[in-house]
């Protein structure tokens, strides 16, 4: 019997299940990247990993950004974790982007940006983060100058 058993959670891992039943997370290989959102400046790309980040409730998203890729100062209305997969990600908490003042975080490190906080990221090299937060996601330019939807 319990040989049994290990062969049926075997066969459930195995086939992406898990047995307490809690989906199990794409491989990176499966994401399916696209064009960055109209509200970021052109050049990154994104995949869905969990959630629907244009709807209400929990969403989760890569972004890759590539070499000497920005995001000036915004802010969004719920707080965003923002966690670093790949690279180097530039960072700060102010309403202008100045890389002089920046701080890092690689691989692995995650930040919190608290909900209407301005704050601003950067990569002077290409990265990759994830972006998890709580629907639907809104961004809002300090400068309204900086809104590639304006432009």
Not at 7 to 19: E, H, I, P
Not at 131 to 144: A, E, L, R
Request: net charge positive; with cysteine; proline share 8%.
């Amino acid at each position: 019997m319990t040989k049994c058993l290990f062969v049926v959670a075997a066969a459930l891992l195995a086939a992406g299940a898990s047995v307490s039943g809690v989906e199990a997370k794409p491989k990176p290989a499966d994401l399916k990247w696209m064009a960055g959102p109209p509200g970021l400046p052109e050049g990154a790309q994104m995949a869905v990993v969990s959630g629907d980040p244009g709807k209400a409730g929990m969403f989760k998203v890569n972004l890759k950004m590539p070499a000497g890729y920005a995001v000036p100062a915004h802010w969004h209305p719920t707080n965003e974790t923002v966690r670093v997969v790949s690279g180097k990600l530039g960072y700060g908490m102010s309403g202008k982007l100045d890389k002089a003042k920046a701080k890092w975080a690689t691989a692995g490190h995650s930040v919190v940006m608290k909900a209407k906080m301005n704050h601003w990221v950067f990569a002077n090299d290409a990265a990759e983060i994830q972006v998890s937060g709580k629907g639907p996601f809104q961004i809002t330019y300090v400068d309204p100058k900086d809104d590639p939807r304006k432009k």
